[in-house]
């Protein structure tokens, strides 16, 4: 994928008969309901007090601040049109700052910080060989005067070509250092990097792949919030798609959505493991992400349950990043009806 066609976030559909789904935590809510008149006035001060808990768990943890508003959630006009029944709608995190924006700017102003707090001087990821993700961390490092080195994963036999352009041209651009391993050799690599590192008297800061952690993830839990946000000024969607890889947005979203009291089904396209095995890595890290927040109560099980979890792995089709002409059609689409560009990996499937 070129550096230009990056990821817009999740996209929803909505339907003109949607129904509010409620979901609440704390007894202290009623001090807050006294005064609702009716089921609607409930549901909307419910809603509105977890939502205000999830905001202030999230600024208690410190990030960066490269997102500096929300990102725009846009009504596909043309293609809600052309393909007739919901109306669709993208988030447009393909505008987030940092180099070339993508969904993981979010993640790392988390992660960054981190780095940062830890002392570290230089920033240690790993990703495919035209990783957005490594992009956007090399980019994160240049703004923070950071060292940054890449290991890229090949994921396909013969897939790297160190004088291919995209994302791959833009590593070096940001002053990253790279090497290249064959599919399943990162955690080798990864150790050989961080201690070679040290030996030179650098102090090397681990992101992991696609920087899917429970911190990382807090990224996509602040994004649920402007989800939310938009759904109470504009109306609620039925459902809410999303690209499902490393599984940070994924689960962030799901569990940012949950601790906010919002019920809306959200729905991952696979990009590479099987749907059951993807299932069982979203919701432990969506619990994990529910319990960072401190928000578990009786168990970030609570919160989020296995039911909420939907993964569909029919999208993969022969493998990682290997193109289909239903991919390939879908970034036509988009293209020429609403000029925003997929990527051919994540968005595009």
């Known amino acids: 994928m070129s550096a230009s066609q990056q990821q817009p976030g999740a996209g929803a559909v909505r339907a003109p008969a949607s129904k509010v789904g409620l979901y609440a935590e704390t007894s202290h809510a009623a001090l807050r309901l006294s005064f609702a008149t009716t089921d609607d006035d ?69 992660l960054v910080q981190a780095a940062i707090d830890a002392g570290a001087d230089t920033l240690v990821t790993c990703g495919a060989v035209q990783s957005n993700h490594c992009r956007l961390t090399a980019s ?22 160190p004088a291919a352009g995209g994302n791959n041209y833009t590593f070096g651009l940001l002053g990253a250092t790279t090497a290249v391993v ?67 947005t994924h689960a962030g979203m799901l569990a940012g959505l949950r601790a906010a009291g919002d019920r809306t089904p959200v729905v991952g396209i696979s990009t590479r493991a099987a749907a059951p095995a993807q299932a069982a890595k979203i919701l432990a890290l969506a619990r994990d992400t529910v319990s960072k927040l401190g928000l578990g109560g009786a168990g970030a099980g609570a919160v989020v ?8 792995d029919e999208f993969v089709g022969p493998g990682y990043s290997l193109p289909t002409a239903e991919m390939a059609e879908a970034i036509e689409l988009f293209a020429r009806e609403e000029s925003i560009f997929l990527d051919p990996v994540y968005t595009g499937s």
């Not at 109306?235 to 809410?240: E, K, M, Y």
């Open 42 to 110: 409930l549901a909307r001060a419910i809603a509105s007090h977890a939502g205000e808990r999830v905001q202030r768990a999230l600024d208690a943890i410190p990030r960066r601040r490269y997102v500096k508003q929300a990102t725009p959630i846009e009504r596909l006009d043309n293609l809600s049109a052309l393909l007739g029944g919901a109306e669709m709608f993208v988030k447009r995190d393909d505008l987030l700052p940092l180099a070339g924006g993508g969904s993981k700017t979010r993640k790392l102003e988390y």
């Open 182 to 248: 064959p599919a399943g050799g990162v955690p080798e690599e990864e150790a050989r990097a961080m201690a070679t590192l040290r030996a030179a008297g650098k102090r090397p800061f681990w992101i992991a792949g696609g920087g899917s952690t429970e911190l990382g993830s807090l990224g996509y839990a602040r994004a649920a919030l402007e989800v939310v946000a938009h759904a109470r000024e504009h109306g609620p969607f039925d459902a809410i798609v999303l690209c499902s890889g490393s599984g940070g």
């Open 140 to 161: 994160a490092a240049a703004r923070e005067r950071l060292g940054c080195h890449l290991i890229l994963e090949e994921r396909v036999a013969g897939s790297y070509d």
């Open 305 to 312: 349950g296995e039911r909420d979890v939907v993964v569909l």
